[in-house]
């Protein structure tokens, strides 16, 4: 298969970890019936919640997931590769997981990713956001063999570290991902660069599914899920902060002409850096 139909689907989680859900499976179901056979759906797909207690509280273990169990169903049902962003899981040593699944079309989980890089800043508008605090970062990044490609699973504040996307694509990835609940300051300042840097240094698709708007605990997110081809080229984007559901088309002979016509990965060497005190 050279040519498959990828979407992203747009939400705006709030508190209510069973509002999401239904929320979320009507639009998975949306885009199955037009034709997407992977389909994306945004970091904390499941909850947002600013308050840490408030967060914990709400979330279960990825065995008793509410969350997970009925999407491997709909993932079964509609016989597609589904791709959850990321759940907030419990752990068990107190702390929470940012945790990607990506289930095969008969349910099973193909896949787990913890997103490696935590979001520790302290904005100009006043915003503080500690994700260590709350979250266990991952050591591992997946490159997963699927019937028509191999895709790379990362998370949001993961796309500002293009190492990361770099091996996935020495491992063969022309699918790579960003699922994310970009802050709004930030995703106007920098959502469409990262996506299109991504996808232009490696020769690769960059697929990413957005949470937008104004949600339950204050916070606001820019929306503006996207898909990029390996040249740079937005071929789908929902312009704007609403839940919805974008489609493109992903021919997959165009990351094999983009890494021929720039062989970045292939012409890439090894190099040491020298301080040097004047």
Sequence with gaps: MQEFVA?????????DVRANLDACEVLVREAAKDGAIYIQTPEMTNVLERSREAQMAAVSSEVEDPFLARMTKVAADLQIWLHLGSLAIRRDDGKLANRAFLLAPDGSVAARYDKIHMFDVDLPDGESWRESKTYEPGTTSPVVALPFTKIGLAICYDVRQPALFREQAKHGAQVLTAPAAFTRQTGRAHWHVLQRSRAIENGAFVVSAAQGGVHEDGRETYGHSLIVDPWGR???????????????EVRLKLSEDARARVPAIANARGFSIEDVAL
């Design 7 to 15: 979407a992203c689907v747009q939400m705006r989680s709030g508190r």
């Design 234 to 248: 937005v071929i789908g984007e929902l312009d704007h902060d609403e839940p919805g559901v974008l489609l493109a």
